[in-house]
Each structure stands twice: as structure tokens, then as C-alpha cells.
């Protein structure tokens, strides 16, 4: 019997010509859902999934129903979509899976145009946060922007763009200025912004035009002060209050920022958010896959950050965190990132890489993944798959040293499974 994901999967990642014409024809089909609810929309290139769970946690700690839309996923399809921190039920999924189908059927589409899976996903995901009569949804873009399926949406109440820096260029564009302008997209009149702190300045700009174009007014929040972080998660001040967070990196403190920022508009929209779900949610968030702690002896930690943006905020954690740890890296890319310069920062701080593939289509070859790592590292395996990379990393490591898995989102969802499956295993 077929899975409802397996029939979304084979839609593809693209469906047409860049446009929002596919995914309004279908939501209108559908009896346009989205327009029953109201939104925090997430653009940006590193950040907005931390972003969104903060925010989430921080809503659902304060009373509301609150839906999250994220994406991708690492272990299970139905990660996407969330209600009150619930993943959405297999039940639920395939009868909505086939309510969209048949909305679907009823299309009348450009020639060589078709729904494709994420705007099929955002369609699944409008019906099921307002069957769920959510009070908010934190919706996160999937790629770019102005075109993004979730930018259907009419003006959300607050539109927040986090980090911006290269990636996905082939089809957003190859300067920070252009990648901003595609993702301020979301921007509209009648919207709250909100700019993450120490965007490039090019960018800042590009949102700041965008804001002024439609009359939203835009807050940019100040730095933290009195910041100190851990491998158990960070402190740090801002405005008149100190908070603790139990993600791990300088760069959530920094998407901690963004969260307050979204706080504060949401609070001048009428949502009632006391301090104190704000600190318990700020230090009750976990996400998994970003600088996550799945064994102590040796450390292992989880990463997903796979472009140049992310991969500097993994490298300032490593270099700030690890003390005099010896790293042993398993890293696994996808060929249509900037893989070089990823690479190369990685390689460079490890004692020894053990190089695999995730297992994906668009996955790099293994050897050329190893040969690039050599130019950095004097001590490089090649492996035949995730499991088999982190089983040599973990035979060549001491208790004193640090396993990090990272490289791609594919290879982080693999190695959940791994360490799942060995948790299970211990009990």
C-alpha cells in the first residue's frame, strides 16, 4: 500500500515556471484554508528552524494553539507539519494526502506545469492547522521567497528574515543582495518585520527598501550583551532581562535575538506572552540535528549546516566550545552545495575525516568528497555509507575526544536513525 509520502515525493522538487499562480489554484481549490489563519513567516538562508521552534515553544508556553510548518525532515515526513509540538498522525496525513489529490485532479494547469511536493506539503499543511483550529501558525519558507508556496499567504502578522548568506544560488542568486531580494518577498503591507542582528550590509539594505516599498515598519533587534555559551547551552542578556537557552552556539543566541524581536510584535498584536513563557520557553526548545548532544563518551555531536553561513557557525562553535577535544569528523555533502570552502573549514580544524555519502540522489561521491578533505587533513577515510563512517570514527576515538556528524541534513536524518536505534537497543 502506497505511503502518502511516497505519492508527495514523486511530485519533485520543482513543478514549473517560478510563480505562486500553481499553489493559489490550488489553495483556492481547497476553499483557500490559509485565509482563516494567522502567521509568523520565516524567510532565510541559516536560522529559521530554530527560529520557528522557538517562537513555537514560546506561543504554546504562553496557552495558544500553535501550529509549526517546517522543512525538511530528518527522520519522519511528518516532522513538517506540528500542532502544540505534535507531528501531524499517519491517519490524518493520508486522508488529507487524498482530499489534496483530488483537489488536484480538478486543476487546470499551464503546459509542462504540475503541483510539485512542497507546494503539495504547504496545501496539506493549511487544512490540518485549521482543522486544528490553530491560534497561530510559524510558517517557514522552503526556498527563497517571493515565490515560495507559503508565500500564498495574505499579510502575516509578523514577516522575520534570519541569517542570509549564499546558497542555493543556481536559483536564487549569487550575491547576498539578490538572495535577500528574493527572500524579502515575503514582506508585505500590513506586516510587522523583523531583520535578524548582523545581516550583511548589502542584504540589510535589500530588506530595508523592501520594508519601505510597502510601508511595514521593521525592527532590528540589538546585540545580546553578558553572552556566555556552553556545551550545555547559553546565557545572555537583552533589554532588561537574562535568558537562558538550551541550544548550543553563538548563533542562537543571536536567532534568540530574532525570537524576542517576534515576541514583541506579536505582543502588539494583541497575543498576551508573559515573561515567563518566554524564559521557559527560550530554555525549554530542543531541535534536533543543530549542535545536538547524542553521547558524552566520547562527545558526539550532530549538525546539519551545509552551506558557507552555516558551516562559519559551526566552526566558531567548534574552535569557542571544544576546548583542547581532538575532532574526528564524519561528513557527508550534497554536489549542489558550495562544498570547497565547507570543506575546507571542517577538514582543516579535524584530526582525522571519515567521508560517506548520505543517502540521497544528489549526494557527492564519496572520493571526491576525500580528496578535497586531504588537502586539509592529513588523516582521510572514505566510507561506504553514514553508519559504516561513524563506526570507524567511533574504533580510532578516545573518551576525551569529539565525533561530529555534519555536512548535509540527509546524512544528520541517517544518523538519528543510528543513534535512535542504539538507544533502543541499550534499554
Known amino acids: 500500500m502506497e505511503r502518502p509520502e511516497d505519492y508527495i515525493h514523486a511530485l519533485g522538487r520543482f513543478s514549473g515556471a517560478p510563480g505562486l499562480h500553481r499553489i493559489r489554484a490550488l489553495l483556492a481549490a ?3 484554508p490559509q485565509r482563516a489563519l494567522r502567521f509568523v513567516h520565516l524567510a532565510g538562508t541559516n536560522g529559521k ?5 522557538m517562537t513555537a515553544e514560546i506561543v504554546l508556553r504562553a496557552g495558544y494553539r500553535v501550529g509549526l510548518f517546517t522543512s525538511p525532515y530528518l527522520v519522519a ?3 513538517r507539519i506540528r500542532v502544540n509540538g505534535e507531528m501531524i498522525g499517519q491517519d490524518d496525513l493520508a486522508r488529507l494526502t487524498d482530499r489534496v489529490r483530488a483537489a488536484v485532479s480538478m486543476l487546470s494547469l499551464h503546459e509542462g506545469e504540475h503541483i510539485g511536493e512542497f507546494e503539495f506539503v504547504t496545501a496539506v499543511g493549511m487544512l490540518y492547522f485549521v482543522e486544528r483550529a490553530c491560534d497561530l501558525v510559524v510558517l517557514e519558507t522552503g526556498l527563497g521567497g517571493e515565490f515560495d508556496a507559503t508565500n500564498a499567504i495574505d499579510p502575516p502578522l509578523v514577516a522575520a528574515i534570519t541569517s542570509i548568506s549564499l546558497d542555493h544560488t543556481a536559483v536564487l542568486g549569487d550575491t547576498v543582495e539578490q538572495i535577500a531580494r528574493t527572500k524579502a518577498g515575503i514582506i508585505k503591507q500590513g506586516s510587522t518585520v523583523v531583520c535578524a542582528y548582523g545581516q550583511p550590509e548589502g542584504a540589510r539594505r535589500e530588506i530595508e527598501n523592501a520594508c519601505k516599498r510597502v510601508g511595514s515598519p521593521l525592527t532590528i533587534p540589538a546585540p545580546a550583551t553578558a553572552v556566555v555559551c556552553g556545551l550545555d547551552g547559553s546565557q545572555f542578556h537583552a533589554g532588561e532581562h ?14 534568540a535575538l530574532t525570537v524576542l524581536a517576534i515576541v514583541g510584535a506579536l505582543r502588539d498584536r494583541g497575543f498576551f506572552l508573559p515573561e515567563d513563557a518566554v524564559r521557559d520557553g527560550l530554555a525549554g526548545t530542543r531541535f534536533a540535528g543543530r549542535l545536538e548532544i547524542v553521547a558524552t563518551a566520547p562527545l558526539t555531536l550532530l549538525d546539519g549546516a551545509h552551506n558557507p553561513g552555516g558551516v562559519v557557525a559551526l566552526t566558531d562553535a567548534i574552535d569557542t566550545l571544544l576546548d583542547d577535544r581532538r575532532l574526528l569528523l564524519v561528513i557527508g555533502m550534497v554536489r549542489d552545495k558550495a562544498v570547497e570552502p565547507c570543506v575546507a573549514a571542517l577538514a582543516s580544524r579535524a584530526s582525522a575525516v571519515f567521508a560517506c555519502a548520505p543517502n540521497n540522489e544528489r549526494a557527492l561521491p564519496v572520493q571526491q568528497l576525500a580528496d578535497l578533505a586531504a588537502c586539509h587533513c592529513a588523516e582521510v577515510h572514505t566510507c561506504e555509507s553514514v553508519a559504516a563512517a561513524y563506526a570507524a570514527a567511533r574504533r580510532n576515538a578516545t573518551e576525551s575526544d569529539c565525533i561530529l556528524l555534519c555536512g548535509s541534513l540527509y546524512l544528520v536524518g541517517e544518523a538519528e536513525k543510528i543513534f535512535a536505534a542504539r538507544q533502543k537497543a541499550a534499554q
Request: charged share 20%; proline share 0%.
Open 30 to 32: 481547497l476553499g483557500d
Open 49 to 53: 528552524g530554530s527560529t520557528a521552534a
Open 77 to 79: 515526513f511528518e516532522e
Open 242 to 255: 537574562t535568558y537562558y537557552l538550551s541550544l548550543i552556539g553563538r548563533h542562537q543566541v543571536e536567532n
